[in-house]
């Protein structure tokens, strides 16, 4: 599996210090701009996949 992941799926590596150094900066301030990822809910209908990612559903 490790020789999968560092032969096959690493496609990219990229250096983002600068950008990392930027959000820090950004954090300091008021995080009028800051960059953060757009994060979606995944909703899983299907039982099956549900059990197999070891979903449990939530009740109110």
């Known amino acids: ?3 999968a992941y560092a032969k096959n799926w ?3 590596i990229e ?3 600068d950008f990392v150094r930027k959000q820090r900066q950004n ?3 008021d995080c ?3 960059i ?3 994060e979606t809910v995944y909703s899983v ?3 099956e ?3 197999k990612l070891r979903l449990s559903a939530w009740t109110e």
Do not use: P, Y
């Open 45 to 47: 209908f299907n039982s």
């Open 36 to 38: 953060t990822a757009r």
């Open 27 to 29: 954090i300091k301030s």
């Open 15 to 17: 250096d983002i210090s």
């Open 49 to 51: 996949m549900q059990q």
């Open 32 to 34: 009028a701009e800051l």
């Open 10 to 12: 690493i496609v990219n």
């Open 1 to 3: 599996m490790l020789g």
